[in-house]
């Protein structure tokens, strides 16, 4: 029989408390889930203010000074909630709940299929050792030996325009499974020759009964850490690619690119860089601190 740490309804409870009153992980879960829900609410925004993500307001912007947003603080107004983009008059709001569902979903769909790849052939690499296990780490080795960021860029950069994000979460998922999966392996390699394992084993359990039953119940809270923390990283990765314009394209809002754009205008209108900069700023240290209380509460936990 397994022998996990603590029960399911006890280590949930236990880690709901702590994270309940740790102030920290309080406002990055608000801010999380405001951020969520401005992305899930992307197309009632657009419908309640009138202006969608590719809509021009020519009226919103002053032409004579080359496309600055008419008023102060980069059109912010009744109508333009947080201003208008420069030359276009697009709506920031709406761009901004747009880019934040474009990057959430790219970054979810990332850490899926990332903890998918990583579990997988982590455990198989601690499993079975021997042969299996030295093919795998050497597929590991090899891709972590890249620099990561250059060759997105350099992949991107060669791919076809279509299906922009579907290429961003494999590719970001390509360079990205091979250091969970050594954490996992590690760690069924500590379990596989443990005495609940080896029990199991002579009871005449099957292989999958003990890697789904013994094994992989063990290895759920370094799971959900290290998929936690991966998230931000994953959020940064894809503004950064979409910034360098080898992430996600045109007219599809996103944050990096709207950061991008913004370059050429930080002097006149510093606004239309701020806005976009502080949000995935807080998303991503928001992300960071919930992960890293997270692992305390799980780590304390242990220790107990």
């Known amino acids: 029989m397994a022998v996990v740490a603590y029960s399911p309804s006890t280590s949930r409870a236990r880690v709901t408390s702590a994270l309940l009153h740790d102030k920290g992980a309080v406002l990055s879960t608000a801010f ?4 969520v829900l401005m992305a899930i609410g992307a197309p009632l925004i657009s419908a309640i203010t009138g202006h969608g993500p590719n809509d021009f307001d020519t009226a919103a912007v002053n032409t004579d000074l080359g496309g600055v947003p008419r008023g102060s603080l980069g059109g912010i107004s009744a109508d333009h909630l947080l201003g208008v983009e420069p030359q276009n008059g697009r709506d920031i ?10 990057s959430l979903l790219i970054a ?34 090899f891709l ?13 950069s060669s791919l076809p325009q279509g299906n922009r994000p579907v290429l961003l979460v494999l590719v970001i ?11 996992v392996r590690g760690q069924t390699m500590t379990l596989v020759n443990r005495e609940f394992v080896e029990a199991a ?7 999958s009964a003990l890697v789904f039953k013994e094994i992989l119940p063990n290895l759920r809270s370094s799971l959900i850490v290290m998929t936690t923390l991966s998230v931000p990283g994953y959020v940064g990765t894809e503004a950064g690619l979409s910034f360098l314009g080898v992430g996600v394209t045109p007219p599809t809002p996103s944050w ?8 050429g205008w930080y002097a006149v209108d510093p606004m239309y860089f701020v806005i976009p900069g502080i949000l995935l700023f807080l998303t991503v240290l928001s992300l960071t601190v919930l992960g890293d209380r997270l692992r305390a509460t799980l780590d304390a936990g242990e220790a107990s």
């Open 144 to 156: 972590m030996a890249f620099p990561a960021l250059i060759f997105m860029i350099a992949i991107l």
């Open 32 to 35: 999380l889930a405001l951020i």
């Open 108 to 141: 979810a769909s990332a850490t899926a299929l990332t903890t998918l790849l990583g579990v997988v052939l982590g455990m198989l690499a601690g499993f079975y050792q021997g042969w299996v296990d030295q093919v795998i780490c050497r597929v590991m080795d």
């Open 173 to 183: 998922s390509f360079f990205g499974w091979p250091y969970l999966a050594r954490v």
């Open 256 to 263: 990096g690119q709207m950061i991008a754009s913004s370059v």
């Open 201 to 207: 084993r002579a009871s005449g359990a099957s292989t």
């Open 93 to 102: 709001l709406a761009r901004i709940a747009y880019g934040a569902r474009v």
